[in-house]
């Protein structure tokens, strides 16, 4: 896992691609008081709203944690290959060897954003729950998972 600085320099990377990704085309996302409070701090940090493919998938991922930390990893990965799929320019190749880190660069933005919006943590509590050794046991667990259905939906493809 990285240094705390260089999370926090990718995440800031991150929110910036984010929100030029969302004033460039992008439709923004109604806002209601309700929608206000369930974003608590999150929607005033960055100044706009989080996108709306964001929002659908921390949904997801809140849904999918009622059920086990694994189900909302690997939520999050399926998720997260359809985005990338959608928009690769989220990938922040600049700062990565390859596609598969960057990747994993903005999952692990999105997580500590995700805990952010789900629980009102701050930045460096989420960073503290994203670098836990049981989590990160959690993660590789999740992504195993992913790649095995993954693999399976390849197979049936042939």
Do not use: C
Not at 44 to 61: C, D, Q, V
Not at 123 to 135: K, N
Request: aromatic fraction near 6%; charged fraction near 30%; charge should be negative.
């Amino acid at each position: 896992m990285a240094s705390l600085n260089k999370q926090q320099k990718r995440a800031k990377r991150a929110k910036i691609k984010a929100k030029q990704i969302n004033i460039h085309g992008r439709k923004p996302l109604e806002q209601d008081e309700e929608l206000d409070n369930e974003l608590g701090d999150e929607l005033g940090e960055i100044g706009e709203p989080i996108p709306e493919y964001t929002l659908a998938m921390f949904s997801k991922m809140r849904d999918a944690e009622a059920v086990s930390r694994n189900e909302m990893l690997v939520t999050l990965l399926s998720n997260l290959a359809e985005i990338i799929s959608d928009q690769p320019e989220l990938l922040d190749m600049e700062n990565a060897d390859n596609e598969a880190m960057a990747a994993t660069h903005l999952a692990a933005d999105m997580l500590i954003d995700y805990r952010m919006w789900a629980d009102g943590m701050d930045r460096d509590a989420a960073q503290a729950w994203l670098t836990d050794p049981q989590f990160i046991t959690d993660f590789g667990t999740a992504l195993d998972t992913y790649r095995a259905s993954v693999d399976a939906e390849e197979e049936k493809a042939e």
